[in-house]
């Protein structure tokens, strides 16, 4: 399951490095190539990632998945001959429309095969796959284009292609193999799986929404911001140090990649762990390690774009995304700390849809409408993402600020319901 996300985001993030190519070949701004990469992939993911886990939940876990994959790899290659925005949007949200079934899949197939010992380690091991496939996105791309010659290479049926199109196509290429081998590991039955709640009747998983939305929306929308951050990083900087430092594509790929990759799951990683700790202590532990986070990440944000040195600008953005990534990554365990097991899958889809939406679908976007209309200023991709991660990350704190007392309140309903056994009386609803 791991593999699996790990090459959902070398296929996510290897556009950020091809963003000047194919921008210039597609004849693009930034705007127009964000709409595509970013905000049409994210709105397509949250459309489709409700009507996915309801497919997820009647159909087979492992054929749904593998066919998902399949299906977003041959997409991820057919970018490949996108020829304006049209096509490029369009192959976009088939990539998205393959992956919204990636949670719901793989989470479902690891609560069947791990027992309730044994999650922790197995949803840790899952959640770091997405740092680290943006990391070697950065790497193997900038080693794969450093090699390619400048004006591209003859491919057989294909002819000529730019580098950035055969860099596509290599993307693409493992996802029919990786699909049967979902289908081979994934369908032997492992028993000491988990167990899954009785489902609740909906007026019951409504009521509780109702009676925990400032808690569970607030969360969401911190944590929605805070990814901000992270996309937005993730997504600009090679194009930050090439306008801006006069880097070649290979080398600001190659300088991105472990950043990327060490932070992001260091900062994930640090998070939880610091979470649990202070959860122990305190009902709100996890939301104010998530609020100091995304606090200690402004002042980086805020001089790390502009910063004239591209290597303290680097180590800077390093630092953004450590401490982002503490509070994105917190997001899951402590919404399910406030969830009873019956309503966590609903909770997963729709807080899925509103950090995706806010985060991906938003972040890269800002940045580029920012930057198109800077064009006076003497850096003004820098400008721009410096102005949009950090006020994203004041709005974060901001949530996390205001979210503490209903969530200590949502955590405590919760306890009770669970030790007096009331939750689906609807005498109490």
Known sequence: MAAVY?????????????VEPMRV???LSDTQFSLAQSFGFAVALGLASVPAGRLVDRGSRAVILAVAVAFWSVMTALTALATGLAMLLACRIGVAIGQAALNPATYALIADRFPPERMGLALGIFGMAPHFGAGVASLAGAAVLALMP??????????RMKSWQIALILVGLPGPALAALVLWTS????????????????????AYFR?????????KLATGFAAIAVHATAAWTVSLLMRSHDWSLPAAGAALGPV???????GALCGGAVG???????????IVVMMLATLAAIPFAAFGPMHPNPFVLLAFLGMVVLCASMAVGLNPAATMAIMPPAVRGVATALGVLLVNMIGLGCGPLLVAIVSDRAVDLANPLGFALAA???LSLVASTLCLACCRRSYALSLAQLQDAEDYGTFNDPKVR
Do not use: C, K
């Open 6 to 18: 790990f090459y959902a985001f070398v296929d996510r993030h290897i556009l950020v490095l091809l």
């Open 25 to 27: 070949d597609l004849g």
């Open 150 to 159: 400048t004006d591209g290479a003859d491919l057989p049926l294909l002819g």
């Open 187 to 206: 369908n032997v039955p492992m028993p000491g799986g988990a167990v899954g709640a009785e489902p609740l009747q909906l007026s019951t998983v409504l």
């Open 211 to 219: 009676r925990n939305l400032r808690s569970f929306m607030l969360v």
């Open 260 to 266: 990327l990759l060490s932070t992001g799951a260091i």
């Open 276 to 286: 649990d700790w202070l959860h122990r202590r305190r009902g709100d532990g996890r």
């Open 388 to 390: 949009v991660v950090t």
